[in-house]
């Protein structure tokens, strides 16, 4: 079964930074598209960043310029590098994988991150 454990949330001031990482596991992780969502208190769950295969990257608007998602195919690691915080970037914070051939979409378990002073 495919796992995606994620890691790297915390508590962090507004205009501070922090990257999470998601690794995955019993996949051929190269032929996964990967991507992270977030959700907040209350809020339903929001798509924030995507990468590709290839390495096509592509944001939601409220982050770009401020996160940038990563990927290392030999470490079957994806990163979202988040810098310039805000507390609206407040939420859970989940991984996801999807087959590029098949479509099967997983999930990981999710990391907190809450910005506050």
């Known amino acids: 079964q495919v796992q995606l454990v994620e890691s790297g949330g915390g508590l962090v001031q507004p205009g501070g930074s922090l990257r999470l990482s998601c690794a995955a596991s019993?996949?051929?992780?190269?032929?996964?598209?990967m991507g992270w969502y977030r959700q907040a208190p209350g809020k339903q769950r929001e798509w924030v960043a995507a990468?590709?295969?290839?390495?096509?990257?592509n944001y939601v608007d409220s982050v770009k310029g401020r996160f940038t998602i990563t990927r290392d195919n030999a470490k079957n690691t994806v990163y979202l590098q988040m810098n310039s915080l805000k507390p609206e970037d407040t939420a859970v914070y989940y991984c996801d994988a999807t087959n590029d051939y098949t479509k099967n979409h997983y999930w990981g378990q999710g990391t907190q991150v809450t910005v506050s002073s």
């Open positions: 019993r996949i051929i992780f190269s032929i996964y598209a």
């Open positions: 990468i590709t295969r290839g390495g096509s990257t």
